[in-house]
């Protein structure tokens, strides 16, 4: 994915995962919710991107099965990470750096986030509140699709 173009950011890795600052989402879609993780380095929420290595995919299926399940709540994602990071993270110590040795615990493969400052990468329609905002801005911008779908 060139959005993110993370064999060339960070060639080590094996996965690579998207993150988006708080300033640049509500700069452009100050009503849209999401979960937000206040780090050391900044205020961030996930961009829903992630590009990983096809030869680690079969050992990290399991993993990647509870993350996505944890991603919504905040201490159910920290259990997934580790307690000395949900410590960390309370205390205000948790860094992108530190989360993604975490990963690397995790996975067994080296991981690196990726920060884009793309906020619709951060636009996840995934629950009622995104959608109603999804629809209201289409309505606002004129929705790009509608001429070629077909009505009938």
Known sequence: MSVIAPRRRRPEASLWYG??????????YPRLPHTWARLQDG?????GVMVLRPEVMQRMRAAMERLTHARKNMFKLAHCLGWGN???????RLTV???EKAGQGIFGVRCAGIETPYAELGF?????????EA???LQEVGDPYASSRTHG
């Open 124 to 132: 996840n329609v995934d629950d009622a509140e995104s959608l109603s």
């Open 43 to 47: 205020t961030y929420c996930g961009s």
């Open 97 to 99: 750096a530190r989360a």
């Open 19 to 28: 993150y988006l600052r708080q300033e640049n989402s509500l700069r452009k």
């Open 86 to 92: 949900l410590l960390n993270y309370g205390l205000g």
């Open 135 to 137: 629809r209201r801005i």
